[in-house]
């Protein structure tokens, strides 16, 4: 695989693109429907679907896209891809109902199981989050240069526990009464890892369910930051290893030389 810096550009471009698009729907009344796993979808998720599906197509025609509006592809046909895009066209389409701001656009690259590119754009602040393999992670607010970010590299006290506005069950409060002193920063859809990657947060346990497109384009922010987006078992997050798009339980965590599986137990 060529060095994936090289599409840097580009993929923020259609990324602030597809933002532009999500706004347009954002500041109108907006109709909700709801997928067979009660999950919402809007205008905006399949405008910002089309958008960025061009974009793609037309930057690199042989490298397949798997969507999460176009999600139905065999994974027959899947696992033969070495290389494709991960596209999560409206991460957080819960916060966009809710209009609190607090939601995404993430385009990853895979490459042998593994995020190697990453973009995760906020349309309604104009943030963009991201990172390529072996070029760092970088935090770019609009018109300012982009600022390197790095994880914290020691644990804080309290905790920092980046933790999700709508989704929190009793796994996590297990987790959290485990740790002792923690602080809980509530935050909406993949904007939650990034807060580990810039360092303003520990650690983002994320202990029910989440699909690739999820976490795809996050990984690669975290990792380049010098943190780690991991199983429960401490290994590596992979994708596209089997049929079903849904992760397991994962945590994304700053400082690795502390022991978080303990708080697992």
Known sequence: MQDPHKFMDKIIEISQVAGKK???VYETDFDVEHKEDKSPLTQADLAAHDIIVKGLTKLTPDIPILSEEEAKIPFAERSSWETYWLVDPLDGTREFVKRNGEFTVNIALIHNHESILGVIYVPVS???YF???GHGSYKQPPNCPPVHIQVSSKVSNPVKVAGSRSHRGD???KFLESVGKFEIISMG?????CLVAEGKADIYPRLGPTSEWDTGAAQCIVEEAG???VELDMQQLKYNTKDSLLNPYFLVIGDSSYDWKKHLE
């Open 227 to 229: 943190g780690k987006l």
């Open 22 to 24: 999500i706004l347009e």
């Open 171 to 173: 796994s996590l409060n």
């Open 131 to 133: 990172a390529s393999r």
């Open 126 to 128: 104009g943030v963009c």
């Open 189 to 193: 859809s993949s904007l939650k890892s």
